[in-house]
């Protein structure tokens, strides 16, 4: 079994005096995805945050390719391979879509031939986004910004690629056809880490997965075990 990528172990986290992490501990591998789910407040989009910097842990370690990067500066952990498409898109709404892409492609600093490379496979993946690139953000529908935000983290080149929330807000339809392009970014060599609150979608596509409650981890395994868990399908599957 190869080494993980990704390595969180034992990590703390809190927003000032109040913890929100207590003691997470997962991994992702090369190619994987896994699935991170828990209730609203479990500590879902603060592992996400600690993982890329933005959120210092008070415990723990948290490992790329074995070398602990807990505490360093977001861009730092941008150019280790790592990117976040964050919970409710953020994409700027002021810029075109091409222009919210390469913002994206600045952050590792590749040179104008390589970032064309990168937003021609995004186009490829994102036809759509093709159609619509001189269009403002604003105007896009909830699919498209979830489109242009997945894109505007791939033209970064990650090795392991964050998702929070990606379902959020959208139709059944458009969940499953964006569902449909992580798992083909996945086979295409990404590593995922996908938070998400529906549950039997996320662990459709995964690969393995961990529940969060209160802050730590509570449960691992298969992908296709805990879809048949009794207590995630409680929790989670609405059985």
Known sequence: MPEPLLAVEGVGAAYGRVPALTDVTLAVRPGEIVALLGANGAGKTTTLNVVCGLLRPTHGTVRIDGRDIAGRRPEDVVRLGVALVPEGRRVFPGLTVLENLEVG????????????????????????????????????????????????????????????????????????????????????????????????MALGIAHRGYVLETGATVLDDRSERLLLDERVRRAYLGA
């Open 105 to 200: 492609a600045t952050s590792w600093g590749g040179t104008l031939g390589r970032m064309r490379a990168e937003l021609d496979r995004v186009f490829a993946l994102f036809p759509r986004l093709a159609e619509r690139r001189r269009q403002l953000a604003w105007s896009l529908s909830g699919g498209e910004q979830q489109m242009l935000a997945i894109g505007r983290a791939l033209v970064a080149r990650p090795r392991l690629l964050l998702l929070d929330e990606p379902s959020l807000g959208l139709a059944p339809l458009v969940v499953r056809t964006v569902f449909e392009t992580i798992a083909e970014i996945n086979r295409g060599g990404t590593a995922i880490l996908l938070v998400e609150q529906n549950a039997a």
